[in-house]
């Protein structure tokens, strides 16, 4: 509107202009308020954008968090099933040696016995060792229990001394030799612990002949750690 179409009365002139101020603020707040609705959707995007991640990664953590559980129950499942065969297997070589007695058979459970020796901390297993046990010290000797007495310092000598010396032909001079072979075999024998028995969780116990656990002690791959 120009000074030529404004009207020539001053007070039709101040109720155009008014009118044209009113006009102008009703515009200006029409864009603020529209400025504010904008802001508004824009930080309710970015706030619903925020929480959608926040809620993945909650849900990541939850996934880790129980992804290492399982893989422990998965690792602690995986060492029984080891342990449960090598106890099976434990069980059957024992059964089988009790049987048939043979060099064969004695081998195949000397073996796993030391396996499992071997990894008895790891598959917690609890081992019972004792010395030999040795009713009379003139009685004959099984191969594993001399050889292992011989590895301890004790001569096969000694050993055959004794054996003469039970079957009664001896002399003084035999009979001191015997007494001290026989403290020098006793300390042997204190002094060297075996592998007598295997305990399981499950409270499974499993004696070893005791000639078995000679071979595994003479064994340098046997013991743990």
């Not at 619903?48 to 499942?77: M, P, Q, Y």
Request: aromatic share 4%; hydrophobic share 40%.
């Amino acid at each position: 509107m120009t000074a030529l179409d404004m009207p020539s009365n001053p007070d039709t002139r101040g109720i155009v202009e008014k009118k044209t101020l009113t006009i102008a603020l009703a515009t200006r707040q029409l864009w603020a308020v529209a400025a504010a609705a904008m802001a508004i959707l824009v930080g309710a995007f970015a706030l619903g954008h925020f929480a959608a991640r926040l809620e993945t990664n909650e849900l990541t953590f939850e996934n880790l968090r129980l992804k290492s559980e399982l893989d422990g129950v998965i690792a602690h499942s995986k060492a029984e099933l080891a342990t449960q065969r090598t106890k099976a297997e434990l069980l059957t070589r024992l059964n089988a040696f009790l049987e048939r007695g043979s060099a064969a058979e004695k081998k195949r459970l000397s073996d796993v016995v030391c396996l499992i020796w071997k990894e008895s901390q790891e598959r917690k297993i609890s081992v019972v060792q004792g010395t030999m046990q040795l009713p009379t010290i003139t009685e004959s000797l099984s191969p594993s229990v001399r050889a292992l007495l011989i590895s301890q310092g004790i001569s096969a000598q000694d050993l055959d001394s004794l054996r003469r010396a039970g079957s009664g032909i001896v002399s003084p001079t035999d009979i001191a030799r015997k007494q001290n072979i026989e403290k020098q075999v006793q300390r042997v024998v204190n002094s060297t612990p075996l592998v007598r028995e295997f305990e399981y969780g499950d409270a499974t116990r499993v004696r070893i002949p005791q000639e078995v656990a000679a071979d595994v002690h003479m064994r340098k791959d046997c013991a743990p750690g």
